[in-house]
């Protein structure tokens, strides 16, 4: 039997009277009325048994035209019958869901709320330490690592670092998705499908997101501890790189562990976008904007504001403060290169002060992208 609305949806009450609604790999953010009327669609094969059903649930008498009108229009709002499409260029499951949930129960037990905050504080107490008063390396900013065994080695992590998203999703919600690579701009990424954790509670949701970083830093004392008891200054360095690489994943503003958790925490979807509209509205007529009542509008102005100043001030810095390493980059990634092609894998080195070169790079991309679109968008308009 076919219901109304094609699929079966899953709801979660939540500690403030609403509900999350769990519809075709989808989720929202319902109160009562609407889970009322979504759950008498779901158990309908056409309006007239839904219209019943919903009296029947709320004790009131709507007519069959009126419920329709009303639930049609409140499908819309939900747009079901358009897939959400992904930010993903290409995307593969490596590790299907079942073997992804087996593997991550082994790790579940570091997910207990009271012990991942103490590790997890611990920890970034400690990468504190390793990058701004451990003495046993350079903490310049200039030492170097190579490159084929930093890849080796950031794989693993990186592997753990998505079997820790799922073991987290798995314990406080009881499902989770699988493992994957894809493509996000230019650049191969890996992960993992935790969208069951929009069942969970909001402090489940934040360990949820931030545990794939937790399960790094605990990569950066293995590898630290490591190149102490051996004396290869290697994994002293390399567990210096992990910080810096967990550092860029926790900034909200690109589409990694950091923009996630501060969009489930806000309940907000499609941050960027939509931060960067209410910033378009503001400059087009600031008056009308700020006449606007809905705090959410203020929260995602602010956030692309301030979006804006961090992209700004980091170009400005790097270009004032490391221009040389800028102007040089592009020769050293040739070298680099080269060095690669020629089968000289052992002896490529990677400068650590070039990964804030690579996202000022990454950066002037993304927005001459969008620059480049919006100008020839525009004219394609024009001309058509």
């Given amino acids: 039997m076919m219901n109304l609305l094609g699929a079966q949806p899953i709801f979660t009450k939540k500690k403030n009277g609403n509900y999350v609604m769990e519809i075709d790999n989808r989720f929202f953010d319902i109160d009562e009325e609407v889970k009322t009327v979504m759950q008498a669609l779901s158990e309908a094969e056409n309006y007239a048994q839904a219209s019943n059903l919903y009296n029947k649930f709320t004790r009131e008498f709507y007519s069959e035209e009126d419920f329709t009108f009303y639930s049609t229009e409140?499908?819309?709002?939900?747009?079901?019958?358009?897939?959400?499409?992904?930010?993903?260029?290409?995307?593969?499951?490596?590790?299907?869901?079942?073997?992804?949930?087996?593997?991550?129960?082994?790790?579940?037990?570091?997910f207990n709320p009271t012990f991942f905050w103490i590790a997890f504080t611990s920890l970034i107490l400690f990468s504190i330490y390793n990058i701004f008063f451990d003495n046993n390396t350079n903490t310049s900013g200039n030492f170097s690592v190579s490159i084929i065994y930093t890849f080796a080695?950031?794989?693993?992590?990186?592997?753990f670092h998505e079997f820790g998203h799922v073991a987290a999703c798995r314990k406080f919600t009881g499902?989770?998705?699988?493992?994957?690579?894809?493509?996000?701009?230019?650049?191969?990424?890996?992960?993992?499908?935790?969208s069951a954790v929009w069942h969970a509670t909001k402090q489940q949701k934040i360990i949820a997101n931030l545990a794939g970083i937790y399960m790094q830093l605990w990569f950066v004392l293995a590898f630290y501890l490591l190149?102490?008891?051996?004396?290869?200054?290697?994994?002293?360095?390399?567990?210096?790189?992990?910080?810096?690489?967990?550092?860029?994943?926790?900034?909200?503003?690109?589409?990694?562990?950091?923009?996630?958790?501060?969009?489930?925490?806000?309940?907000?979807?499609?941050?960027?976008e939509k931060s960067g509209k209410k910033v378009n509205e503001f400059l087009k007529n600031p008056t009308a904007f700020f006449k606007t009542k809905d705090y959410i509008d203020y929260?995602?102005?602010?956030?692309?504001?301030?979006?804006?100043?961090?992209?700004?001030?980091?170009?400005?810095?790097?270009?004032?403060?490391?221009?040389?390493?800028?102007?040089?980059?592009?020769?050293?990634?040739?070298?680099?290169?080269?060095?690669?092609?020629?089968?000289?894998?052992?002896?490529?080195?990677?400068?650590?002060?070039?990964?804030?070169?690579?996202?000022?790079?990454y950066i002037i991309y993304s927005y001459g992208k969008q620059i480049f679109q919006k100008i020839f968008g525009y004219s394609a308009e024009k001309t058509s």
Avoid at 242 to 259: A, N, T
Avoid at 337 to 350: A, R
């Fill in 74 to 110: 409140l499908l819309k709002r939900f747009d079901l019958k358009n897939k959400k499409k992904s930010f993903l260029l290409f995307e593969k499951i490596l590790i299907p869901e079942k073997a992804a949930g087996k593997i991550a129960q082994l790790i579940a037990f570091l």
């Fill in 175 to 194: 499902k989770n998705g699988g493992i994957g690579f894809g493509i996000y701009i230019l650049y191969p990424v890996f992960y993992s499908n935790i």
């Fill in 153 to 159: 080695l950031y794989f693993v992590t990186i592997i």
């Fill in 299 to 361: 929260y995602l102005f602010l956030y692309g504001v301030f979006n804006l100043l961090f992209v700004i001030s980091f170009a400005y810095f790097e270009i004032r403060y490391n221009y040389v390493a800028i102007l040089d980059y592009p020769f050293y990634i040739w070298d680099l290169s080269q060095q690669f092609l020629n089968g000289n894998w052992h002896k490529i080195e990677f400068d650590v002060k070039y990964f804030s070169v690579t996202l000022f790079y």
């Fill in 227 to 272: 190149g102490r008891y051996t004396g290869n200054s290697f994994f002293t360095a390399f567990s210096k790189v992990m910080v810096f690489m967990c550092f860029m994943q926790i900034l909200p503003f690109i589409r990694s562990d950091g923009y996630w958790l501060l969009s489930d925490l806000t309940g907000v979807a499609n941050l960027l």
